[in-house]
């Protein structure tokens, strides 16, 4: 009967835990300065074998619970931190990103003015531990927005720096349970693909004022990671959101249908394959056309021998320096 009485929180942070014992004391630092205080934090640590998990437990936080699983993936933790939450306004932040201490009271803010909504998110920095940060690129979104309702999503996610990303996310739980939350077993992209349904089906409050630290070197469309997962879930799963799509967005998914495939051939480049990055750029020219970093990534993958590693690095450095003022 007691528990029956205990409030809830206004909001449920979830945070998956695997090996990052030297970057989650910044972030659990970063969820105690917020000007809110009325959260819980569930931690679900999958299956570290370092010492992040007594980090948490150090901090004695009544606020902040740490679950324990064996390794299960980022998907499997934070559908498990989901299903332990007690609020209806759900979180994320992962181990090795940080928020700026007004991040959860803007994602308040976006809820209680857009009502319609059921997603929230802001802008955010990408850092790198040189100490160089930029704010994330968007395009697309009508002029002078600072603030208010994304109306093409999939229009400003297939030209810009993802708009979503998952350490600068809200998402009511009836939304994320409704989309069956984090796909699992899909090995990258799962994050992208969660917002794509969502995106789909509601109606997303965006501020552009950059609120949370991304602690990456490079873009995420740069980074190398695992090679992409065959076969390809994401992929899959994105063709078959097409039924839902609105007339209006339909051109707009398409382009982030083509995006999502270039970004594969952009990691089979980078290792070598480029048998496998034609055939993604071959499908990304059959969903969304061809486009002029299309045809950047072909003339990487057509080159002969060794000339792509060098050519791939031109063309690298000029994309970034005319198209995100990147100087290297």
């Given at each position: 009967?007691?528990?029956?009485?205990?409030?809830?929180?206004?909001?449920?942070?979830v945070m998956p835990l695997y090996n990052k014992e030297k970057e989650v004391g910044r972030a659990l630092r970063s969820v105690q300065a917020q000007t809110v205080i009325d959260w819980e934090m569930i931690v679900v640590n999958d299956g570290s074998t370092d010492g992040g998990p007594e980090i948490v437990q150090r901090l004695d936080d009544g606020r902040i619970i740490l679950l324990h699983q064996l390794n299960a993936g980022v998907s499997a933790a934070r559908n498990r931190g989901i299903q332990e939450s007690r609020a209806d306004l759900i979180v994320f932040l992962d181990?090795?990103?940080?928020?700026?201490?007004?991040?959860l009271e803007t994602i308040l803010r976006l809820r209680e003015k857009y009502l319609a909504c059921d997603v929230f998110a802001t802008g955010y920095f990408f850092c790198s531990e040189n100490g160089a940060h930029r704010d994330n690129?968007?395009?697309?979104?009508?002029?002078?927005?600072?603030?208010?309702?994304?109306?093409?999503?999939?229009?400003?996610?297939?030209?810009?720096?993802p708009p979503l990303w998952s350490s600068a996310v809200a998402v009511t739980k009836r939304a994320i349970d409704a989309v069956g939350g984090f796909p699992a077993g899909v090995t990258a992209g799962e994050d992208l693909l969660t917002w794509a349904?969502?995106?789909?089906?509601?109606?997303?409050?965006?501020?552009?004022?950059?609120?949370?630290?991304?602690?990456?070197?490079?873009?995420?469309?740069?980074?190398?990671?695992?090679l992409p997962q065959q076969p390809d879930i994401v992929g899959i799963e994105l063709k078959k959101l097409t039924t839902e799509i609105q007339p209006d967005q339909y051109d707009s998914f398409l382009l982030y249908r083509g995006l999502w495939h270039r970004m594969?051939?952009?990691?089979?480049?980078?290792?070598?394959?480029?048998?496998?990055?034609?055939?993604?750029?071959n499908t990304s020219r059959k969903i969304s056309g061809c486009n002029v970093r299309l045809m950047?990534?072909?003339?990487?993958?057509?080159?002969?021998?060794n000339g792509n590693k060098y050519l791939y690095s031109l063309l690298r450095k000029l994309y970034r320096k005319y198209i995100y003022g990147i100087q290297e």
């Open positions: 009967m007691e528990t029956d009485l205990i409030k809830s929180p206004v909001l449920s942070v181990a090795d990103d940080e928020w700026a201490s007004d991040f690129v968007l395009r697309g979104l009508p002029e002078r927005f600072r603030e208010g309702i994304l109306t093409d999503y999939f229009g400003v996610a297939a030209r810009s720096d349904r969502l995106a789909v089906r509601y109606k997303i409050a965006y501020a552009t004022k950059p609120s949370a630290f991304f602690w990456a070197p490079e873009r995420l469309s740069d980074r190398p990671g695992r594969r051939a952009n990691i089979f480049i980078r290792a070598g394959q480029k048998n496998k990055a034609r055939l993604e750029l950047a990534l072909a003339a990487v993958a057509y080159i002969p021998g």
